[in-house]
């Protein structure tokens, strides 16, 4: 039996970037399988669910990479489940709750042209560890965001309250958008050795994709206005504890316990 | 236990979890345990073997065991781990001490399927990956006019799909 012992928050620069993505995958992961048994139609339960799993499966790859880097962080459900909300690394557009599924596939959808975006870069990362799994997870990612571009057109393109529930999402989910491009102290200095992105890159790439998929789904792009960060510092808004508290229980009651 | 003849080629057929070939005592050589490794099948797809799914990649002999390289065909595919541990078996079963290693580089790709891996895919009603979406076939009555229902079918590397003409619905292995 593993005892309850605090994981170490104090990691190296690329821990800290090792985290953050796998944090980013764990936590929209565990949001998307809030629609279990929820979803609008059987078949978009199962590419929910399905989805999820990529990006858990995804989620491993870093947190095993960063446990073999730091043996205080135990392993991989350990880190997990032992960690506190201020501890958790993810971007707070990933930890927003599900509201309805155009809040979800247009949270879910800004992510995926991020994070593609992001993992094309890692695969040429200078740390080859890095590169393997951004190269695993970017065939899964690619998918995803097919799919996901695929419902913001069909929903913005589609009849008047479904367009207008998704240009909702898009103007709520907004103000979580310019956290996914700024850039910390640890990360700038991995940029500088070539094992991450400069997301100023990816920012504009970014903006090219999105307002083209808008425009086809006759929706229109919001404005940047104030922007809510602190999820890569361990700051998150309030969801977040709500949903570690229910994904948690169970280890933290049976400590150790597997599937 | 059943002895098979090493070199009589063997369809798999979905009840089968591994069968047993004895060495003699002796060590096989690295083909012959290839072709015991063909034996074991995918527990998600039972008719094709981890071998022609491109699951295995390496077959090492470290003359003090058996080093077997597998890599998940998804992230997240909640196979891998059942995998590892019936390729550790099958080699365990035949008298070999063997090591399995998860290699994530490179990554898996849906064309690293066997023909006879496809064939047998094809036989179940699974359409394996094809490199243009508009060739895609019904493998039931060979119709065009199909339907993409589900970008997810009944696992992660799995699309569903319907056939317009007989109206029967089928799994699309998907390319990546």
Redo the contacts between chains.
């Keep these: 039996m593993t005892a309850l012992t605090q994981i170490n928050s104090n990691h190296d620069a690329l821990n800290t970037y090792i985290l953050r993505m796998a944090d980013n995958n764990l936590v929209l992961g565990q949001r998307l399988c809030e629609w279990c048994a929820n979803a609008p139609i059987l078949e978009e339960e199962t590419a929910l669910m399905n989805t999820s799993l990529d990006l858990f499966g995804q989620a491993r790859n870093w947190l095993n990479y960063a446990v073999d880097r730091d043996a205080s962080l135990q392993d991989c459900d350990a880190v997990t489940m032992l960690r506190d909300e201020r501890s958790y690394l993810n971007m707070l557009i990933c930890e927003q709750p599900n509201g309805n599924f155009a809040d979800t596939m247009a949270r879910h959808y800004l992510f995926d042209v991020w994070h593609r975006l992001t993992l094309e870069v890692l695969c040429n990362s200078a740390n080859e560890t890095v590169a393997a799994i951004a190269a695993k997870s970017i065939l899964e990612v690619r998918y995803h965001e097919q799919r996901t571009r695929n419902w913001v057109i069909r929903l913005g393109d589609g009849t008047e309250v479904s367009h207008q529930r998704m240009q909702t999402a898009l103007d709520d989910i907004w103000t979580y958008v310019g956290e996914m491009f700024t850039q910390d102290e640890a990360e700038l200095s991995l940029v500088a050795q070539g094992v991450a992105p400069d997301q100023q890159t990816i920012a504009s790439q970014w903006r090219d994709i999105v307002s083209a998929t808008l425009a086809e789904a006759t929706l229109t792009m919001p404005e940047d206005g104030y922007s809510q960060m602190g999820g890569k510092q361990g700051e998150h808004t309030e969801g977040l504890g709500i949903m570690l508290a229910e994904m948690q229980s169970l280890y933290r009651a049976h400590p150790g316990a597997v599937w | 236990m059943k002895h098979i003849d090493l070199f009589t080629p063997v369809d798999l057929i979905s009840t089968d979890r591994g069968r047993d070939i004895d060495f003699h005592g002796r060590n096989p050589s690295v083909d012959e345990v290839w072709q015991l490794l063909e034996l074991v099948p995918d527990p998600e797809i039972p008719v094709v073997s981890v071998v022609d799914l491109g699951i295995v990649r390496d077959v090492r002999d470290m003359k003090s065991g058996w080093e077997v390289d597998i890599t998940?065909t998804?992230?997240?595919?909640?196979a891998t781990d059942f995998i590892a541990s019936e390729v550790e078996r099958a080699l365990d079963r035949a008298g070999l001490e063997a090591k399995i290693k998860t290699v994530?580089?490179?990554?898996?790709?849906s064309t690293w399927i066997t023909a006879k891996g496809r064939q047998a895919m094809l036989e179940s009603n699974i359409v394996p990956p094809v490199h243009d979406l508009n060739t895609l076939a019904c493998p039931n009555c060979g119709s065009d006019q199909v339907n993409l229902?589900?970008?997810?079918?009944?696992?992660?590397c799995k699309a569903?799909y319907t056939c317009h003409t007989c109206l029967e619905p089928f799994d699309y292995f998907?390319t990546?």
């Design positions: 998940p998804y992230s997240g595919c909640p994530l580089a490179p990554a898996w790709s229902k589900n970008q997810f079918g009944s696992t992660a569903l998907k990546i």
